[in-house]
């Protein structure tokens, strides 16, 4: 999320007094200007909107939106009017503290220590047993860096084993979800072989917190980053509460990444029950990253040294069988 808009989005006052009219559309100018597509806006104002006074009807938030882009002159995606939001499906300040409260105390090792996996190899080999665990040999993945999109980083998940085994660096980044090897077209009209349309396997959703998670955060007050013990404790409790977590990553920073096994037909299930239902309803009210949400997204790979840090991205917990506990 842009910094300037989540700023923005922490100031907005309760609804039913004075002000919040005015500040809704600014916080609205503030997203459109910074390039956001109006819908994620609709839907951050939303979520991001306290309790108050008053209900804010959904009309009202579209249509501060909508001025904001005659105000602007913006031309952006389809938007043709007034958006619909889907209301959260559940009390997001209420369901971290809950999910935190089950990890109470948790840290990396606790998560290392109930791993399925024993993870008892160094990290310099976390990208090749992650490959071989998890995916077929001739599934196709695309690893390399964030302004890597050509051909010659796509290659067989058996290519990939074999080049990190004979001590290939690894690259920084990687996409869980198996590609078709050709190129597709982005959502910009460009063509790229790690766009959201070259996704042929609809494995994973990548989840992360950029920041401390909005239900979390004091009225008022900017978000800052959310401590690593903190998001330790969060996904111990979420395993604790069966959510079905293959992989987490830590990043070799201040962020741990989660690979969700959601198990999607295709792209128009990724979008109605990924997009529509898990990040709209129930992952970005609880403060996830809402730029997590498309197929094709990056996560860390484990096994990468980042020499920045002197430290490896590396698995801290990993479980083939995801999502098969609850069937």
């Known amino acids: 999320m842009n910094n300037r808009f989540a700023v923005a989005l922490s100031s907005l006052p309760c609804p039913g007094g004075n002000g919040y009219h005015t500040r ?12 956001l597509q109006p819908a994620d ?29 005659q105000d602007n002159g913006a031309r952006i995606g389809n938007w043709r009017g007034s958006c619909p939001v889907r209301r959260p499906a559940l009390n997001p300040a209420k369901m971290m503290r809950g999910i935190l409260a089950y990890g109470e105390g948790a840290q990396d090792a606790d998560l290392w220590e109930i791993s399925p996996v024993r993870l008892d190899w160094p990290p310099e080999n976390d990208a090749p047993e ?32 074999t080049r990190f085994e004979t ?28 766009a959201d349309s070259c996704v042929v396997r609809f494995r994973f959703a990548v989840l992360e917190f950029d920041a401390t998670p909005a239900p979390l955060c004091e009225p008022g007050k900017a978000p800052e980053p959310w401590p690593r013990e903190s998001q330790c404790q969060f996904w111990a409790g979420a395993l604790a509460f069966k ?14 990444h989660a690979w969700l096994k ?50 490896f991205q590396k698995i801290i917990y990993l479980n083939p069988n995801a999502g098969k506990e609850n069937q």
């Open 243 to 256: 959510w079905p977590i293959a992989v987490l990553v830590d990043s070799g920073g201040k962020s741990i």
């Open 41 to 69: 806006v609709v839907a951050a104002i939303r979520t991001h909107t306290p309790m108050g006074g008053r209900c804010v009807p959904d009309r009202e938030i579209s249509q501060a939106v909508e001025k904001a882009i």
């Open 24 to 35: 809704l559309l600014g916080v609205a100018n503030t997203g459109i200007r910074a390039g």
């Open 262 to 311: 959601v198990d999607q037909v295709d792209a128009a299930d990724w979008e109605a029950k990924v997009e529509g239902e898990l990040f709209a309803r129930f992952l970005v009210p609880c403060g996830v990253d809402s730029s997590c949400k498309n197929e094709a997204r990056l996560s860390r790979t484990p096994g990468h040294y980042r020499s920045e840090k002197s430290r």
């Open 167 to 194: 001590g290939e660096p690894v690259p920084e980044h990687i996409i869980p979800n198996p590609l078709t090897g050709k190129p597709g077209q982005t959502k910009d009209g460009k063509l790229s072989f790690r």
């Open 130 to 161: 992650l490959l071989r665990l998890l995916y077929a040999p001739d599934e196709q993945l695309f690893v390399g860096t964030r302004y890597d999109a050509g051909a010659e980083y796509v290659r067989t998940v058996a290519d990939w084993r």
